[in-house]
């Protein structure tokens, strides 16, 4: 089974762009559909984005589509968000997560779970 550690969050200012990256052990990494999601304070986990095992499937939430750039690599074991004109309302912990194949938009479809980063949108 997959162990999934998330980096890279921070406090970014609104308008501003960030990178977080999610790195995988302990299983065969190409296996694995990869996704994010976030939660901020007081509101249920959401859809971010995914990536087929391929890297050539993706799928993004109504919310970021546009601004995020999901993208996966086989050979590091990672899968990175390129995250461009950040606001407010993008403040919340990033989780990655992991399954076998792509799956649907929602938490209860996705097994395998880091442990979150932080990210901060604050002029």
């Known amino acids: 089974q997959v162990h999934l550690v998330e980096s890279g969050g921070g406090l970014v200012q609104p308008g501003g762009s960030l990178r977080i990256s999610c790195t995988a052990s302990?299983?065969?990494?190409?296996?694995?559909?990869m996704g994010w999601f976030r939660q901020a304070p007081g509101k249920e986990r959401e859809f971010v984005a995914a990536?087929?095992?391929?890297?050539?499937?993706?799928n993004y939430g109504d919310s970021v589509k546009g601004r995020f750039t999901i993208s996966r690599d086989n050979v590091k074991n990672t899968v990175d968000l390129q995250m461009e004109n950040l606001q407010p309302e993008d403040t919340a912990v990033y989780y990655c997560?992991?399954?076998?194949?792509?799956?649907?938009?929602?938490?209860?479809?996705?097994?395998?779970w880091g442990q979150g980063t932080q990210v901060t949108v604050s002029s």
């Open positions: 997560t992991a399954r076998l194949g792509l799956g649907p938009k929602k938490v209860s479809a996705w097994p395998l």
């Open positions: 302990g299983a065969t990494f190409r296996d694995y559909a």
């Open positions: 990536v087929s095992w391929s890297g050539t499937s993706l």
